[in-house]
């Protein structure tokens, strides 16, 4: 405990101590005021400012302490100094003394209770920096909940005291005045009973949600304003237009139908979109025939006798597109229709609020979701635009393997595509600017995917910024700004893997004025709703998390939102995100990592297990990698973890499980795994985290007992 904590804790015990001892409460029994209310009366007369001051500090102190009695000070003080004196005085003191008790609860408790409870109070938290002044207010208002049990839960609650002084005054303000005007006839009192009658109550009650409907109101106001520029259809063709069939854009149209929503799916190129045809699949399945040819030339680690590996690289893009021919079927128009949604190839601009154009055809609908994806950045360097350069778009049409292929960008695509096309037998070079490959990721993590890659004979530079591109009798090469000066790489072909651009244009959303930020991504509100109301946007066009699950997460809320926004209102649900990278070793993570949470000054203990050490892993011949957890101080609650292992992205499901449903190590541990298994090795770190908090003093005390058992 701190210094000025230990202060406040003697000071809070040894009032409450006085408070008992001299009986300070019985002074405050309707009975007792009543009966000495002449005195006081009489004294307040010949002292009118001593005793309102002393009136006033009683009343702060009380309330900052907690004390019980404030109604009954209230009270006293209409009785004492009259309506008007009494609600000045009761009105500042009550609120000062308020903001004391919050103070008090916010330097003792809240940093204990925001660590302890963190994963609960994050989305009460998030709802209090926004609308923390409207519950309080509302609470004010209605004085069924004590007013001390507000100020301590304040306290705790992200809410700045300047705001929580005002609004507390604000609202405190029309019950403070009902109660000092029942003060003025203490005589006549019989009670709490007489003071506010059932229509008082319920006034109460009214003004308390009169802030929810101000703001509901005010928001329809907002909408209405938005929209009058444009002319709304009489009736509509459909409930929702669905601009684009990737991940987003299909989960988004299937939930539409599922719901017997009538939904147009709108897709200018392929069904599928990016992860089908040119993202997810297409590099998983490069990656599978790579790892193969890896196997391969370890065979005789495995008794097996080495045979000549030779990649036939034509047959591999072909399995390639034979893989995505394969799952096509599950994102055709065939099964989309099958399932309900009217599909309509063509390219869509949105028109209004309520109409989208596609190919010359107008559709009305009651709802627009855009879902229209990235695609891959071209950066502006000078002499690119010479070159046939390739990007994940268009890798996937090359038949002929490059010799040297050199890989701009050591992000997951670049260090994926880089390893899998060295080990299909390019010569790969990869060069990013950023400090190390992987830059997301803890440095330790970023460090074993490079000495994978070197170990592999891929040639990898960081710190090596792009400046210009050319072509000559001997060649493509690319110039780099360096630490050390300017340096020149030849190359047979360039892939661009340096990030993703939203596909923004041609929707129309100048003319309308959506709002895009500063990245290019559409700007949206936490229920995924853009500027115009009646329009969402989901998936990669929207980020920040650019995976195919998080597409067919946000699709979910896009969907739901869009199609019954008007009766409730869903919040996108960010607080448990997996992604993978699917190198070799693979690289998973949920939650925070260590750099995550040391810039963000969170505190974590960390609990590791080398997986080197795990059976399964030794008898597969991949025992390598760690399992890297982040719990909360003193608590087994998971704050994140990463892996770097075989298989990494299956295992960490475990971890996204347990962080979802507030699953902590202990129940790991406590859980059954398969042996032998690569699952065991989160038990395993379960048990590791186990180690590291045995009760030394009581195995010390046990050890006694069994050595006086032996006799
Ligand atoms: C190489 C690579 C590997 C990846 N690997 C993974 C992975 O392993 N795991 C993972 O989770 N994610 C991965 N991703 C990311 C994943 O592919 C994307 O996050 C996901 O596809 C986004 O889906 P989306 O629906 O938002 O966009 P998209 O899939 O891009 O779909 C958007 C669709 O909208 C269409 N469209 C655009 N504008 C219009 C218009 N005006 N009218 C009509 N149609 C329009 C486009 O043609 C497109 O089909 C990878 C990406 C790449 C590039």
Redesign the pocket.
């Known amino acids: 405990m701190r210094r000025k904590q230990i202060v406040i804790v003697t000071i809070i015990v040894a009032a409450i101590f006085a408070w008992a001892y001299f009986d300070l409460g019985s002074y405050l029994q309707l009975e007792a005021v009543q009966r000495n209310i002449g005195d006081l009366r009489a004294w307040y007369g010949d002292n009118p400012l001593l005793s309102g001051l002393i009136f006033f500090v009683v009343y702060v102190v009380a309330t900052a302490l907690s004390l019980p009695g404030a109604i009954w000070l209230t009270l006293a003080g209409g009785a004492l100094l009259g309506f008007w004196t009494g609600l000045l005085l009761v009105s500042f003191a009550s609120s000062i003394g308020a903001t004391l008790a919050f103070l008090v609860s916010r330097t003792l408790l809240r940093d204990w209770v925001q660590s302890k409870f963190s994963r609960y109070l994050s989305a009460v938290n998030t709802g209090f920096e926004r609308d923390g002044a409207f519950y309080l207010f509302s609470l004010r208002l209605v004085p069924i909940v004590p007013f001390f049990v507000i100020n301590l839960v304040m306290g705790l609650l992200p809410i700045p005291a300047r705001r929580f002084y005002w609004v507390s005054q604000l609202g405190m303000l029309p019950a403070t005045a009902i109660f000092v005007n029942a003060g003025t006839q203490l005589g006549e009192l019989d009670g709490l009973a007489g003071i506010v009658s059932p229509a008082l109550w319920l006034s109460f009650a009214l003004l308390a949600i009169f802030p929810f409907i101000a703001k509901w109101a005010l928001a329809q106001i907002q909408m209405r304003r938005k929209l009058a520029a444009y002319t709304r259809p009489s009736r509509f063709d459909t409930n929702m237009v669905v601009?684009?069939?990737?991940?987003?854009?299909l989960v988004t149209a299937l939930i539409a139908a599922t719901v017997k929503a009538r939904v147009t799916l709108?897709?200018?190129?392929?069904m599928g979109?990016?992860?089908l045809n040119?993202?997810?699949v297409p590099?998983?399945a490069v990656i599978r025939s790579s790892h193969i040819a890896q196997y391969m030339r370890r065979a005789q680690e495995f008794g097996l006798e080495q045979v000549p590996v030779t990649v036939n690289f034509r047959e591999v893009m072909q399995r390639v597109q034979s893989v995505i021919e394969a799952i096509e079927p599950h994102d055709s128009v065939q099964r989309f229709t099958e399932l309900g949604v009217d599909c309509v190839q063509?390219?869509?601009?949105i028109l209004s609020p309520w109409e989208v154009e596609v190919d010359g055809q107008r559709i009305t609908t009651r709802n627009i979701v855009i879902?229209?994806?990235?695609r891959?950045r071209v950066p502006d360097i000078p002499g690119l635009d010479k070159l046939d350069y390739l990007t994940?778009d268009t890798l996937w049409d090359i038949r002929d393997l490059p010799a040297r292929l050199l890989i701009v960008g050591g992000g997951p695509?670049g260090c994926?595509?880089a390893q899998a096309f060295s080990r299909l037998g390019a010569r790969v070079t990869l060069v990013s600017h950023a400090a190390r490959v992987l830059p997301r990721e803890d440095e330790e993590v970023a460090a074993q995917v490079m000495a994978a890659f070197q170990r592999e004979g891929i040639a990898v530079h960081c710190g090596f910024e792009a400046r210009r591109f050319q072509r000559d009798e001997q060649g493509q090469s690319a110039v780099f700004q360096t630490p050390d000066g300017e340096q020149t790489l030849a190359f047979d072909r360039v892939l661009l893997a340096v990030g993703?651009t939203a596909?923004t244009e041609?929707?129309g959303l100048e003319a309308l004025g959506i709002a895009v930020n500063t990245n290019g991504t559409i700007e949206v509100d936490e229920t995924l709703r853009t500027s115009i109301p009646t329009i969402y946007a989901?998936?990669?066009?929207v980020g920040p998390y650019?995976?195919?699950?998080?597409?067919s997460h946000q699709a979910w809320y896009a969907a739901v939102n869009a199609l019954f926004g008007r009766f409730k209102t869903y919040k996108v649900d960010y607080s448990v995100v997996p992604?993978?990278t699917?190198t070799d070793p693979e690289v998973a993570r949920v939650g925070l990592n260590e750099s995550d949470a040391i810039a963000g000054g969170i505190p974590y203990e960390v609990s590791r297990y080398d997986i080197d050490d795990l059976d399964r892993a030794i008898a597969d011949g991949e025992a390598h990698g760690f399992i890297k957890v982040l719990t909360a101080p003193g608590s087994d609650r998971i704050l994140g973890a990463t892996i770097v292992a075989y298989h990494a992205a299956e295992l960490i499901t475990e971890y996204v499980m347990a962080m979802k449903h507030g699953i902590g190590l202990k129940k790991i541990l406590a859980t059954i795994h398969i042996y032998p298994t690569l699952s065991e090795s989160n038990k395993f770190l379960a048990g590791e985290w186990r180690k590291a908090r045995k009760p030394e003093k009581l195995l010390n005390w046990v050890a006694k007992y069994h050595r006086w058992s032996r006799g």
């Open positions: 601009i684009g069939a990737g991940s987003a854009g709108i897709e200018r190129h392929k979109g990016d992860c040119t993202g997810c590099s998983k063509g390219d869509a601009t879902a229209s994806g990235a891959a994940s695509i994926e595509l993703r596909n041609g929707l989901c998936g990669d066009i650019m995976f195919t699950h998080m597409a992604w993978a699917f």
